[in-house]
C-alpha cells in the first residue's frame, strides 16, 4: 500500500487502471488479516459503520445512483500511507530520549513536560504519551491531574501538525486545503489550548503543580521535527502537483532511513526496518480499520447527495456555518462518536456547496482535537484506560469542561481565521 501510493503519487506507475486500486486492495487485505488483534470495542465501532455504509449503497443503487468505486476501495489509501509511514519515525525519534535521566519535579517540570509531550507528539504521534506516562507512571501511578493534563495536550496537536492522524483524515476529505494556512489557523488554537491546561493547573492543582513528577525535555529533540517540516515544505514546492499526503509520507521514510544509516549503519538499518515491519506496522490496524470503515459511510452518502436522492440539510458554509458544525461534533464526541465517523458523514454534505476548503478543514481539525479528548470510545482515552487503570468515561468527563471551554473559543477562532487566513 505505501510503496503504490508513494509511486502512483509521484507519476511513476503508468498502468491502464487506477493503480490506487492495488494499494487499496492492499489496504483491505490487511485490514482482513489482523482485524481478530482489534479490541471488542472497535470491533463494534467497525461492524456498525460498515453495516450502515453498506447499506446506504445498497439503497443507493436501487434509487440508481451510482456509486464511486475508487471511493469504496482506494479512497483511505493516502491516508493510511500516511500514518504508516510516519510510524516509522519512532524509530529515530524514541532511541533519542534518555532513559537513565532523574525525573524532575516541579513547576518548571509540569511546563517543561507538557511542551515536550506536545514537540514529540506532533511526530511519533501516541507513541509519546505513552512513553512519558510510562516513565512518570513507573515513579508515580498516574492520577485524574496528569491524565486529563496528557490527554487535552496530545490531543491538541491534532489542531496543527502535519504529521498527525486528523490532518491526514482531512487532507483526504477535503483535499484543496492549503496546509501552510491550516497550520497557520490551527497552531495559535493549540497555544490557547497548552496556556488553558497550564493557567487552570497552576490555579486548581497547585499542589499537584508542586509536586509533579515531570519528563526531561532537551533542545536536541528539537531536530527531528524541524527537519521533517523543511523536507514537506521544500518537497512541496519542487513537487507542486503531488498530494500533501504522499509528501508527508515520503519525508517521514526519507528522514527515517537517512537518521538511521548516520546513526546505526547500512546493517543496523535493515535490522531496524525489518523489527518495524513485522512488528510496528499492525500495530495500526485500529486506524486501518476505522478509516476504511469510514470510506465506505462516506462513498454511500455521497452518492445519495451528488445524485439528489437526499437533500443536503444545508444550505451554505461561512464562518457562522463551521462554528455551528464544530459545536455538533464536539457533542456527537460527547455521546461516542468518533470525529472520523462525523467527518466522513458531514464532509459530503458540506463539499456540495462549494466551501472555503481552509475554513472546513480547520473546523474538522479544531472538531478532532476536542472531540477525541472528550469522548469516551475514543482510542487516546481508551489507550490510557487499558494502560494506566484510568476508565476512559471518566477522562472524557475530566475533559468536558475543557472542550466546552475550548470550543467557545474555537467556535469565535473559527470566524477571526476566515477574515485573518482568507481562502487563497
Known amino acids: 500500500m505505501i510503496a503504490i501510493t508513494i509511486l502512483s503519487g509521484l507519476d511513476l506507475l503508468q498502468f491502464e487502471f487506477n493503480p490506487l486500486w492495488i494499494g487499496g486492495g492492499a489496504a483491505w487485505g490487511a ?16 461492524s456498525l459503520i460498515l453495516l450502515a455504509g453498506t447499506g446506504l449503497i445498497i439503497f443507493a443503487y436501487r434509487q440508481t445512483a451510482p456509486v464511486d468505486p475508487d471511493l469504496l ?9 500516511m500514518i504508516a509511514s510516519v510510524g516509522f519515525l519512532r524509530l529515530v525519534m524514541i532511541p533519542d530520549i534518555r532513559q537513565d535521566e532523574v525525573l524532575p519535579v516541579g513547576s518548571k517540570a509540569f511546563l517543561q513536560t507538557i ?29 485524574r ?21 486528523a490532518m491526514a483524515v482531512v487532507l483526504t476529505y477535503v483535499s484543496e486545503a492549503s ?16 496556556v488553558g491546561v497550564y493557567v487552570e493547573a497552576r490555579l486548581r492543582y497547585p499542589t499537584e503543580v508542586e509536586t509533579f513528577v515531570g519528563y526531561p525535555t532537551h533542545l536536541n529533540a528539537l531536530k527531528l521535527p524541524v527537519l521533517l517540516i523543511i523536507t514537506v515544505m521544500l518537497m512541496s514546492q519542487l513537487l507542486v502537483d503531488t498530494s500533501i499526503l504522499v509528501l508527508i509520507a515520503l519525508s517521514a521514510l526519507l528522514v527515517t532511513t537517512l537518521a538511521l544509516a548516520l546513526r546505526r549503519g547500512i546493517g543496523g538499518l535493515l535490522v531496524d526496518l525489518r523489527a518495524h515491519v513485522f512488528e510496528g506496522l499492525p500495530r495500526i490496524v ?22 439528489g436522492v437526499f437533500d443536503n440539510p444545508l444550505i451554505r458554509f461561512d464562518s457562522v456555518s463551521a462554528a455551528g458544525v464544530l459545536t ?28 472555503d476548503p ?23 482515552n481508551l489507550v490510557f484506560q487499558g494502560r494506566y487503570g484510568i476508565a476512559g468515561w471518566k477522562i472524557a468527563f475530566w475533559n468536558w469542561p475543557y472542550a466546552i471551554g475550548m470550543l467557545l473559543i474555537g467556535a469565535l477562532w473559527l470566524q477571526l481565521a476566515a477574515r485573518i487566513f482568507p481562502a487563497a
Do not use: Y
Open 31 to 46: 485490514a482482513l488479516l489482523l482485524f481478530a488483534d482489534t479490541s471488542r470495542i472497535l470491533k463494534i465501532q467497525v
Open 73 to 81: 476501495i482506494s479512497s483511505s489509501t493516502g491516508l493510511m500511507t
Open 115 to 143: 511542551l515536550g509531550l506536545n514537540l514529540s507528539s506532533s511526530v511519533i504521534n501516541i507513541s509519546a504519551p505513552i512513553l512519558i506516562a510510562d516513565r512518570i507512571h513507573r515513579k508515580r501511578p498516574l492520577q
Open 145 to 165: 491531574f496528569t491524565a486529563q493534563t496528557f490527554t487535552r495536550v496530545f490531543c491538541g496537536v491534532s489542531s496543527w501538525s502535519p504529521f498527525f492522524g
Open 179 to 194: 496546509l501552510i494556512w491550516i497550520i497557520a489557523a490551527g497552531f495559535p488554537f493549540m497555544l490557547i489550548g497548552i
Open 286 to 307: 485500529n486506524e486501518l480499520c476505522l478509516f476504511l470503515s469510514a470510506g465506505v459511510l462516506a462513498a454511500g452518502i455521497s452518492a445519495l447527495i451528488r445524485h
Open 328 to 355: 455538533i461534533m464536539v457533542f456527537c464526541a460527547f455521546c461516542g462518536i468518533h470525529p472520523i465517523i462525523m467527518i466522513s458523514s458531514i464532509a459530503p454534505m458540506i463539499l456540495t456547496l462549494n466551501p
Open 358 to 380: 481552509n475554513l472546513l478543514a480547520a473546523t474538522f481539525l479544531f472538531a478532532w482535537h476536542l472531540g477525541t479528548c472528550s469522548n469516551p470510545l475514543s482510542g487516546t
